[in-house]
């Protein structure tokens, strides 16, 4: 394994939430009076399962996603069902996503108010892991079976040893390939194994097809994880800025190339892949390529459906025989709060709903992320027809157990935000689209900018 896998904001942290999407009464169990949070703020919505149990033990879920919501409402009927001697009720509350992650950061600073089990979403995970950790560690439950996850995504939410969060995804980077440009370009896809045959091969799809090979994006999607996977970072294991150093300078110089020496790149429409311009310049063939993580499988579902069938996945290339070819982005760690009025409960369905096996077969098969847990990646329910399958190919966890021990990680600290913030405001458009910086001097300006927020 690599290292670890620190990574997706206090940025303008939505831009993960395409990875993935206070209140509370007297007691400290949110969302079950008014739906008012630590700051007066309503939840944009509220559901409740088990509320027809007598006896059936109060926990709170907060999260910013619907879908998130969803599948812990799912889980909790499934509680209820399989442990009639110990039901609960849950009351799922879906915030804005500033607004539920500083109602939380309110609630657990003044002790009162947080809720059971709680979303958060990864690059704010750090601030909760400062001080006086409120946060309660699940080494117990999962410390016989770690060999079977990618500890990377466990050591994301960890400090000390410790571990406070239940993944979400292993978010694998990889290239998604649209099949009818590289078959008119005579272009076979296992033939690319490094950047250079990447080049190559995108040199002669612009000669064939007159379309680009891919698009680079315009802020840090557009850089990290092509930095992750050669072993370096914006900051290393000691959280010192390295913004600036030779392989990133390296890193970036090559993303510039792709879009203004090779020319087999553009800057993405939209300027990053979230957006109705990309959705669309790709749905009708726009680019013959893209490289992005495997929860970007939905929006491929849901914003181009004319690519079905089209659409191949294959591991990132690589810059040297050493680098890893795929890296972990985005995500979300759910909690338990020690403010939970039955914490052991709590980090019980916690496991349950997302940690076991049938709750990782689960985020596979009801929200499309591929598992952190490897072990359950060639089960029956895994490698059942679903709607991935049939839009890509089947073989997409053949892959992922193929590249398993080569994910890589990035570290995230409190001031991850300020670089990313960088990379998107300043760095990628004066390097790339405006061309007035060389790399080195942007990662340099951008380092004289963060270092005092450090001190």
Not at 5 to 14: E, Q, V
Not at 147 to 173: K, M, S, V
Not at 195 to 223: F, I, K, R
Not at 392 to 415: A, C, K, M, P, S
Request: aromatic letters at 10%; one cysteine or more; proline letters at 4%.
């Amino acid at each position: 394994m690599k290292k670890s896998l620190w990574l997706s904001s206090m940025i303008g942290s939505a831009l993960f939430l395409a990875a993935c999407g206070g209140g509370g009464n007297e007691d400290g169990n949110a969302g079950n009076g008014d739906n008012a949070d630590a700051s007066g703020g309503e939840a944009e919505e509220t559901a409740v399962v088990g509320d027809d149990i007598e006896g059936a033990t109060e926990l709170s879920f907060w999260t910013f996603a619907e879908t998130h919501s969803e599948f812990f409402e799912d889980a909790a009927e499934r509680w209820n069902e399989e442990n009639e001697d110990n039901p609960i009720q849950l009351t799922a509350e879906v915030y804005p996503f500033d607004q539920m992650h500083n109602n939380l950061l309110l609630a657990l600073q003044s002790g009162s108010d947080a809720p059971d089990i709680v979303d958060i979403e990864i690059a704010r995970f750090p601030n909760f892991l400062v001080g006086d950790i409120q946060l309660e560690p699940l080494n117990d439950l999962i410390e016989d079976e770690l060999d079977q996850f990618i500890t990377e995504r466990l050591d994301i939410y960890a400090q000390d040893g410790n571990y406070y969060g239940a993944p979400t995804h292993l978010g694998a980077t990889v290239v998604y390939y649209n099949m009818e440009i590289m078959d008119e370009a005579g272009v076979d896809i296992d033939d690319i194994h490094t950047w250079d045959d990447y080049v190559e091969a995108g040199q002669q799809v612009v000669e064939a097809t007159g379309v680009p090979m891919t698009t680079v994006s315009a802020n840090w999607y557009g850089l990290w994880p092509f930095v992750a996977q050669q072993g370096s970072d914006f900051f290393n294991d000691d959280h010192e800025l390295t913004l600036a150093n030779e392989t990133n300078i390296e890193t970036l110089q090559f993303m510039s190339d792709l879009v203004n020496e090779y020319e087999i790149a553009q800057i993405t429409p939209g300027d990053e892949n979230h957006s109705e311009e990309y959705y669309g310049f790709m749905n009708s063939g726009g680019a013959a390529s893209t490289v992005m993580p495997l929860f970007f499988m939905s929006n491929f579902l849901a914003e181009m459906p004319d690519l079905e069938g089209k659409m191949e996945i294959r591991p990132m290339p690589v810059f040297d025989d050493d680098d890893a070819r795929t890296v972990g982005m985005g995500g979300t760690g759910t909690a338990v709060t020690s403010q939970s009025d039955d914490v052991d409960l709590a980090k019980e369905f916690l496991y349950f709903a997302k940690m076991s096996e049938e709750g990782n077969i689960n985020l596979w098969t009801q929200l499309g992320f591929d598992p952190p847990r490897w072990d359950v990646w060639d089960t029956e329910e895994i490698q059942a027809d679903s709607e991935f399958y049939e839009y890509f190919n089947d073989d997409i966890f053949d892959l992922l157990l193929d590249i398993r021990d080569e994910v890589e990680g990035v570290n995230i600290t409190q001031h991850t935000p300020d670089v990313l913030d960088e990379i998107n405001t300043n760095i990628m458009f004066n390097v790339i689209r405006e061309q007035s910086q060389t790399p080195e001097e942007a990662l340099e300006q951008a380092e004289e900018s963060i270092r005092p927020r450090m001190d």
